[in-house]
DNA sequence: ATTTACTATGTTATCGGTAACATTGTGTAA
DNA sequence: TTACACAATGTTACCGATAACATAGTAAAT
């Protein structure tokens, strides 16, 4: 930038005018300042920038790296962050929430204050994420995203959950299936909790009957869905249908069929959350509730960016909807309708 | 900083020596400057610290986001760049290859250049990696992963793909298959090419039969599997074995298997390539090989960490042993063993 | 002609650290 | 006692940009 200067026998400052956009330099000098730039092969260093402006031009993305990183979900909200990104002067740097060291935000807290991010997207909240209030009373611009916090103050994006799996019961229940049993998630974390508590919310509406073992703990994990179909097709009061908190366990429901020997839809209608790509790949194409990842990486992203801009922390909750996927993994019920 | 200074009576120097680890000064003087620093919450500013030092502390990793992002191999991968990393003045900064901008590596050269970053891990490296040379060319660190680029100037992570499918077609060549088939990955990815060129090289050397048709289209997932199987099925010649170019593909080709009634393994022998969780998990359980993908991304980003330590490119090009895992979905052929 | 009001550029300080060299003080060898 | 080596700290400049204010020059208004 010196080097400019010098090239062209003016000021540092004149030069660092130009190059920001140039507002009030005679467009004579500003032709000459840009074309020695250019033959100097002047690149601004971000670093020294970003220092005078207190930022770093980084967003972190804190997510639990075994639980997400790598999966459909990840990536398609990942994508819609990249896509939420007009301009080129931020970048998404990934941190794993599992690490010992995050548990309490301390560790993110102090990245912050040490300019490593400016702001913070956290995808795949858990029960116990005290760390978000710890981070929010920091003062970080921090956007959650998969199911909103209890504290309102907290801006989040997420989906309908709830409504979700209230249209997966509903198609169930409408085809006459009155045995519904529900594979839930890991326990920590919140959408596998709101995703449950909405199932046996409908059972208690609707006096459907549901004996303890119908409701089969998972881990999200393709593995974990088989296991559970099989304790619920091999246990007593076989369901004929099965909702499974997600599509990697419904998957492995299907398996636990085929392994048993029951065929799917005709012997029992399996339904999962979040629809996959493989979701319609799969024999028998699965019924599903499709969650818009790619939009909520995207508004969240945006709420963030927006927020940095303007030095005002971002607020609201917004609750996008889903839809349900009819495919061909959920029939009738083997005995027929029931009234 | 220079609060810290006042209160301890000395110069923003002294502080700054105890800070950075504090060799020659007198132990009184720094425990003095250790209290102050807690008593005033100081962090460090890293942006500050790495004008100085002309280091961004971000480490990219530029991937096609479409492919490989939201994968099991990108976030094994990950978490191996993530175990590498003993020092916390290191993080990730994630690319998309696929933007117009960087095809040509220039807009990577840039971002390095404005100090955005300060080394570079391309995960899956395309056919058409012109921007690789001139990345390099640019001074770049840089580490390649996935398969091992042309010019061995070039340091690169990869496994053994070729020895990967060699396994898996003397595994089946051993239990008497002779009607192999292959389902391709896509025709733009080294890797792909890799495991392509080994089937040929297979079955130029055992003078096996390959009608034109046997060598099938893919795409890496499991939608092109699906239609790649059926084709081979229902064509004439019917194949014995397929080999799928990776597992996404493999349970494509067992789910057309099954929509045909055929069984897996009975009447068909399927075989993928990197042994992905549900591998274990599918019905039947899959034979394939185990690509070290955790150990693919902590090496390379040692490598690449090494490098910028000290201020020396990275060189070398390490080949990783894949294994055989055997599992189900392999037995002889339905006409029996051939001599 | 003088004031006013900009416009275009220059000055200086600063962001928060570090490098390099300068200075002081202290203990030890000559 | 003097000199020298080394330990502990201070000075100054600089990394590469920008903010805030200052100044010179020019055109329009009076």
């Known amino acids: ?25 005679k467009p004579a000098t500003k032709a000459r300042v840009l074309a020695a730039a250019k033959k100097l092969n002047y690149e601004v260093n971000t670093l020294a ?13 804190a997510t639990p790296f075994e639980g997400l990183l790598g999966t459909c979900y990840f990536g398609e909200c990942f994508r819609g962050f990249s896509k939420a990104r007009k301009r ?21 807290t102090q990245l912050y204050r ?25 003062g ?6 998969g199911e909103k916090p209890l504290s309102s103050e907290i801006c989040s994006v997420s989906c309908d959950n709830t409504g979700g799996v209230e249209l997966l019961c509903e ?32 059972c208690r509406t ?9 409701l089969q703990p998972g881990t999200f994990q393709m593995s974990s869905g088989r296991e559970a179909g099989k304790a619920l097709l091999t246990g007593h009061t076989r369901p004929t249908a099965i909702i499974a908190a997600n599509d990697s366990m419904a998957f492995g429901v299907i398996e636990s069929a085929r392994e048993l020997s029951l065929r799917v839809p005709h012997d029992v209608s399996v339904v999962g959350f979040d629809d996959l790509d493989d979701a319609s790949q799969y024999s028998p194409p ?54």
């Not at 970003?50 to 972190?60: H, I």
């Not at 790619?294 to 917004?318: H, N, R, Y």
């Open 140 to 145: 970080i611009p921090l956007v959650i995203i």
């Open 49 to 61: 920038k970003n220092l005078t402006k207190g930022r770093s031009g980084f967003v972190g993305v």
């Open 286 to 339: 699965l019924t599903t509730v499709h969650q818009p990842a790619f939009e909520m990486g995207k508004l969240s992203a945006q709420k963030l960016f927006k927020s940095i801009d303007t030095d005002i922390l971002p607020t609201g909750q917004t609750v996008l909807n889903v839809s349900l996927i009819l495919r061909e993994s959920t029939a009738v019920p083997p005995s027929g309708p029931s009234t």
């Open 171 to 202: 198609h169930l229940y409408t085809l006459g299936h009155r045995r519904i049993a529900f594979v839930e998630g890991p326990k920590n974390l919140k959408v596998a909790k709101s995703r449950r508590e909405q199932y046996l919310n409908f």
């Open 88 to 108: 080129f002067d931020l970048d998404f740097v990934l941190f794993d929430t599992k690490l010992e060291s995050f548990q309490d935000g301390e560790k993110l």
């Open 114 to 138: 040490q300019c490593r991010f400016d702001g913070l997207l956290v995808l795949g909240a858990h029960m116990n994420d005290s760390f978000i209030e710890s981070l929010k009373s920091a």
């Open 1 to 25: 930038m010196t080097d400019i200067a010098r090239e062209c026998g003016i000021t540092k400052m004149t030069v660092s005018r130009v190059l920001a956009g140039g507002d009030k330099v």
């Open 206 to 214: 609707r006096k459907l009957i549901t004996p303890p073992h119908y």
